[in-house]
């Protein structure tokens, strides 16, 4: 089965609008991370984003949160004010087991936006 | 965070040849990994490099076909041999066990190879 469920190939939004990208996850882990990453045209992995299964609010990074709904094994991710430059593949990823130091994440096949002006 | 570079940024390679790229870190990681993205697809661990021993490799990746360097804690190196057109994909070192992060994993910009 997979760990990192992303069901939107691609998606559309217009400039200044918000968007969410959504994530689910499977792990019986009580302890697990979970990462967002943006993948522009040049190849290039740039992380966004990380919330801890035991972190008790949502994280935020500028215009980046992620809402967290532990009980469904969600992490999507939302964009406030989307930017052309946003215009990228995303991808989510969960590391399990994060107290110990596995450092190695399983990555979703990825969501692509389009920012249109 | 930390600065990772690649080198090269691309190639195009003939088909049995072997290519190898270098991953270089601006600072002292704990942990590093290669990663493999196949054009349009997600990424996908090769192995961890292991420093001073032989690195752990994931299912599906072999020593003889992605043999991998670390001879410290900044730099890394994959080699690509005896390549095929399959073997197209982008390349991505990554690190992680940043001092003052306990979590965060960065990536290096990637070597983007074509076989030809």
């Known amino acids: 089965a997979q760990k990192i469920t992303q069901t939107q190939p691609g998606m559309f939004v217009q400039e200044k609008e918000a968007v969410t990208l959504d994530c689910t996850y499977d792990t019986s882990d009580p302890s697990y991370g979970l990462f967002w990453y943006k993948q522009p045209s040049s190849g290039e992995m740039i992380f966004l984003i990380y919330?801890?299964?035991?972190?008790?609010q949502n994280a935020t990074e500028g215009r980046y949160s992620l809402n967290f709904q532990k009980a469904r094994k969600s992490a999507n991710l939302v964009i406030s004010a989307s930017q052309l430059g946003d215009s990228a593949m995303y991808f989510c990823a969960m590391r399990e087991g994060t107290s110990g130091g596995s450092y190695i994440p399983t990555f979703g096949r990825g969501t692509s936006l389009i920012v249109h002006p | 965070s930390a600065v990772i570079s690649q080198k090269p940024s691309r190639d195009i390679c003939q088909r049995g040849t072997s290519l190898t790229i270098q991953c270089q870190v601006d600072?002292?990681?704990?942990?590093m990994f290669w990663y493999r993205q196949q054009p349009g697809q997600s990424l996908t661990l090769i192995a961890t490099?292991?420093?001073?021993?032989?690195?752990?490799?994931e299912s599906g990746f072999v020593i003889d076909k992605f043999p991998i360097s670390r001879p410290n804690l900044t730099f890394s190196t994959l080699t690509v041999s005896n390549m095929s057109p399959e073997d197209s994909s982008i390349y991505l070192c990554s690190v992680g066990g940043l001092a003052g992060s306990s979590y965060e994993q960065y990536f290096g910009p990637g070597t983007r190879l074509t076989v030809t």
């Open positions: 490099a292991n420093q001073g021993s032989e690195a752990t490799y």
């Open positions: 919330q801890g299964s035991y972190d008790q």
């Open positions: 600072s002292q990681v704990t942990m």
